[in-house]
């Protein structure tokens, strides 16, 4: 695991990314005045909770796919793309916010990155394990 610092701290920036947003969640709350436990009645905040529910949404995906990339592959470059999936969450997070039409760019580029970490993990697990 030394050899494994910068997809830890990719990690930990992810959680972190996902802090951030459960911190505009009640930043919305106390904007609106809706207290939990209602989640609907004003359309900010419920845009910060569909933000929110979606990256959450992605981390099991993106989590995993990241590791065993790193694992597989090269761990920076595991760290790269797991860098530009959260930049592309920031500005989905970002974008849908300000206007649910301008979440397109966040989600794609996040996708994809998450595309590359899994596919790139699931081809190397299965090249290895047939002995390729």
């Known amino acids: 695991m030394d050899?494994?610092?910068?997809?830890?701290?990719?990690?930990?920036?992810?959680?972190?990314?996902y802090v951030w947003m459960g911190?505009?969640?009640?930043?919305?709350?106390?904007t609106s005045g809706i207290a939990a436990p209602a989640m609907?009645?004003?359309p900010v905040l419920e845009r910060h909770l569909r933000v929110q529910g979606n990256t959450l949404e992605w981390l099991p995906i993106f989590l995993p796919s990241l590791w065993l990339f790193a694992l597989y592959?090269?761990?920076?470059?595991?760290?790269?793309?797991?860098?530009?999936?959260?930049?592309g969450r920031i500005v989905y997070a970002l974008g849908y916010v300000a206007d649910p039409q301008k979440?397109?760019?966040?989600?794609?580029?996040?996708?994809?990155?998450?595309?590359?970490?899994?596919?790139?993990?699931?081809?190397?697990?299965?090249?290895?394990?047939l002995g390729l």
């Open 40 to 42: 609907t009645g004003d």
């Open 23 to 30: 911190l505009r969640v009640a930043g919305a709350r106390r």
């Open 103 to 129: 979440r397109e760019a966040g989600f794609l580029i996040q996708s994809l990155a998450a595309a590359v970490l899994l596919f790139g993990a699931l081809g190397r697990a299965a090249w290895v394990a």
């Open 73 to 87: 592959w090269d761990q920076r470059i595991a760290a790269g793309v797991g860098l530009v999936w959260i930049v």
């Open 3 to 17: 050899d494994l610092h910068l997809v830890s701290i990719v990690t930990l920036l992810a959680l972190l990314v």
